[in-house]
């Protein structure tokens, strides 16, 4: 079975997501929201822009959110998680970043 892209996206995948997104957790510099998914898996979405920190911090916050989506299994559910994060939420510490995400598919 070939490995599903979790986070790769099309424009018009991008800004559909963005239109059909809704809040679900907001947390000291980080937000995030959920979306449903045309596809039959669920997708990541990470924004991190320059100000939230240097790249091998926003590097790490991706490889961590992309951790605890695959660990989890997350892919699972039919929905598009987008992650916003700035400088506060950059720095957050893995177990603390794992709860909020999953509260996310309660």
Known sequence: MPRIK??????????????????????????LLVAPSDRGHGK???????????SPQRNLFRRRMKALFRENNLSKHSITLIALVDRNGIELS???????????FE
């Open 6 to 31: 979790l986070s790769s996206f099309s424009r018009t995948e991008i800004s559909d997501a963005f239109k059909r997104a809704r809040l679900k957790v907001r947390y000291s510099g980080l937000k």
């Open 44 to 54: 990541l979405l990470i924004v991190t822009p320059r100000r939230s920190g240097n």
């Open 94 to 104: 893995f177990k603390k970043l794992e709860q909020l995400v999953l509260s996310c």
